[in-house]
């Protein structure tokens, strides 16, 4: 069964920094884009970063360019997102998504395999 796991969240001040996690069990990142997402509350989920798993093509939303970095990690199988200077407005779950194939879709309905979903609060 396909399950990704999330980690790493959590209440940090604005201006500090966060590392998200994100962890495949029971199979591999070969082959699939991954990307993260976030939803604030009362608001659609939006695209925040996402990678091609074989090429390293990487793409970030205009709003976390320059503070946000999606890396990964072969040999443990992770999905890692650090993010940076963060600001009250990061506030959101933050959900991990997978989905078999070379394109990394800015959209939710891109995406077959989804995270629980990790809360990150940055306070003012």
């Known amino acids: 069964q396909v399950q990704l796991v999330e980690s790493g969240g959590g209440l940090v001040q604005a201006g500090g920094s966060l590392r998200l996690s994100c962890t495949a069990s029971?199979?591999?990142?070969?082959?699939?884009?991954t990307a993260w997402f976030r939803q604030a509350p009362g608001k659609e989920r939006e695209f925040v970063a996402g990678m091609r798993w074989s090429a390293g093509s990487i793409s970030y939303a205009d709003s976390v360019k320059g503070r946000f970095t999606i890396s990964r990690d072969n040999a443990k199988n992770t999905v890692y997102l650090q993010m940076n200077s963060l600001k009250p407005e990061d506030t959101a779950v933050y959900y991990c998504a997978a989905t078999r194939g070379p394109t990394v879709a800015r959209s939710a309905a891109g995406y077959d395999y989804w995270g629980q979903g990790t809360q990150v609060t940055v306070s003012s």
């Open positions: 029971a199979w591999t990142f070969n082959s699939y884009a």
